[in-house]
């Protein structure tokens, strides 16, 4: 029974289960047509789908917070998810830094007037001028990767290309070491996969973060950087005493987590997308400067994250649905994506169209703080294709990925054949 006085319509969806993970369009239109606000009786917290009321709600931090974390688990009802006996196995790292690895694993993050430092902050580090400055670095890395997959012929577009690149690209702007990038990925893994329930993905991630946890907490701090513009602007900050040096040092943190895996996906998910469409790759290949558009639309029509949460920190009213506080609420970007009241035809992958409604990057005050990089990224790596390749075709079945909050593959082989100059 929902805890509001209007009766809202009721799911007994599962958003983690393997058939949904695997597919989840179809549950996504269900949700949709339910209504604006639908009650998810499974998890007992409310669900909104629909394109315009995701804006709504990503828009009023005041009435849907972020500071009960941004995943399921509610810190406010629910023991700490360090304390529980899955973590036991992060609990034997030497030197871990137990309370940064809390912060995150619990992902509370706060509103204003909490937000409004850490915010500033992020969009000094990520700002387009110094992302502009490290364009032709970028630009350059991506060329160079191209240029060695393709003359295999066949390759792994996922691990090899966007795991690889982004690895690099990150690594680099952060300052990280060039030994145990790898760990990058099993952390991120782990990070994101906290965001859903206590199940066999979640579990199989922190196992496999052990190592990678010990690597990330060795490194992220300012005597273990290299040279790299943004570690640099971070430390700046604590010098200038904006922030605490055990700030610092977690914000070196959130590159790994935020950063990586995210924008890897997306860049996978793209080059699915134009495998499986060839019209939609001939118009790239014949006009490389659509890559842009064709990120965007990727953003749009396969979402990398699944769902976000926010939690009502008062009752309230969203479309005509009367809503209590102290509830969490799922958005899934993906569906507003697809929505037809916003898109037309949106179950067609289109790199001409106009996506620019898309929610991919979040709005409001927490919407993606990375995200002129992660563009600069995306098309990096799709001009260096679209100018390099004439076909782009799978070479096998792809390998999704098993992840709570990540859609996209794990392996995805491409075959590519003749030179598009
Ligand atoms: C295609 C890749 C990416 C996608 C799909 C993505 C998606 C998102 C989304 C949906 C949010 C909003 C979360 C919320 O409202 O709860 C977000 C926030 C954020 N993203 Fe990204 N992101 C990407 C790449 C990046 C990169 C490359 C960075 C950093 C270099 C980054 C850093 C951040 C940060 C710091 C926030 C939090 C902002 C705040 O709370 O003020 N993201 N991202």
Redesign the pocket.
Known sequence: MTPSTTQLPELDLDPYSPEFLADPYPYYAQLRDAGPVVWLTRYEHYVVARHAETKAV?DDWETFG?TRG?GLHDPEREPPLLDSPEYEPLARVPHMNTEAIRGLLDAV?PDPPE?DPI?RL?MRM?APGLIRRSREQIVGAAQALVEKLVARGSFDAAAELADAFVLGVIGDLVGLPEQGREHIIAYGNMAMNTSGPRNEVYLESIEHAVDAVAWVDQVCTRDSLSPGPIGQLIFDAVDAGEIEEDMGNAFVR??PT??VD??SS?ITNAIYNLAVNPDQWALLRDDPSLARRAFQET?RFTQ??HP?YRTTTRDGELAGSELAAGIKMALF?GSANRDPRVFEDPDRFEIRRDATPQL???SG???????T??RLEGEAVLTALSRRVARLELDGEPTPRRHNTLHTWAHLPVKVTGDAR
Do not use: P
């Open positions: 990503l972020s941004f993050r937000h915010r992020f990520l959130v590159f935020a950063a995210t924008t997306t953003m990398a994250i976000l970007l991919g990057f979040g005050i927490h919407s993606c703080a990375g995200q990089l992660a």
